[in-house]
């Protein structure tokens, strides 16, 4: 691995390879930070000086963000603690692969399995990459079993060379596809940002990793929704009122010469096409939808 800059300026920054990257360069656009990179490529570029990037697995940038080769990155608090990482968890990001719900790290068996709880497990045979985290669990739960580290393809291994498996899912069709059941969660895992620990309190740092905590909180938080522009006749306004959903308080200004206010909300997506007939019936007229970037509490 080439050597990060040590510039107090530059922001060394940790960022996921793999499953995670995709929603992650996403997010990270949403917020601002537009990075690029080519596919074989694990230095992702930014026309920001004051930002220096290395793709790695989430499993490992733990342990690099708590040794300080970087100052923050993003990885799941699954690997946080798998790895024993001393770091400053700044916060948890609702985002995953592929919804913004938590992973799920799950005890799962052959559906023909005569296994149907943790107590089952005694004595028995379990592949997975959370060795730790499955060793404790086990503990907490007063069983005693043979965990093994799992390199990948885990689903395939039972019940021919172990008999469960504990692997992550967000959906459970992968497990399902394998023709695994699932037992029990062993522990849900959302994105975290976290930071070294002597980055954290260099006052130039923290100022530079609280921004960008910020704008990632601001991209998720429009996650989900959009605004709302309308005209509505002074005389419907009220009408309009009541159908109307908003996060707080929706925004109304007099229009310029004529009995007519104009509207603006935030609002959740899902419920958009229902609710723009509805005001379009109750008197709004110029309806206008648009993205989010962010919005910012």
Known sequence: MRNLSLDDHVLKMGLPKGSLQEATFRLLAKAGYHFSVSSRSY???IEDDRIQAILIRAQEIARYVQDGVFDVGLTGKDWIMENRADVVEVDS???SKTTMRPVRWVLAVPNDSDINSVEDLQGKR????????????????????EVEFSWGATEVKAPTLVDAIVEVTETGSSLRSNNLRIVETVLESHTMLIANKESWHHP??????????LMLQAAIGSEGKVGLKMNVPKDKLEMVMQTLPAMKQPTISPLYGVDWMAVEIIANESVVRDLIPALKRAGAQDIIEYPLNKVIH
């Open 43 to 45: 230095f992702p570029s």
């Open 204 to 213: 130039q740092k923290r100022e530079t990793i609280e921004n960008f905590h």
């Open 93 to 95: 990001l609702a985002y």
């Open 126 to 145: 379990i592949a997975t990459e959370i060795v730790n985290l499955t060793t404790d669990w086990l503990q907490a739960k007063g069983v005693t079993a």
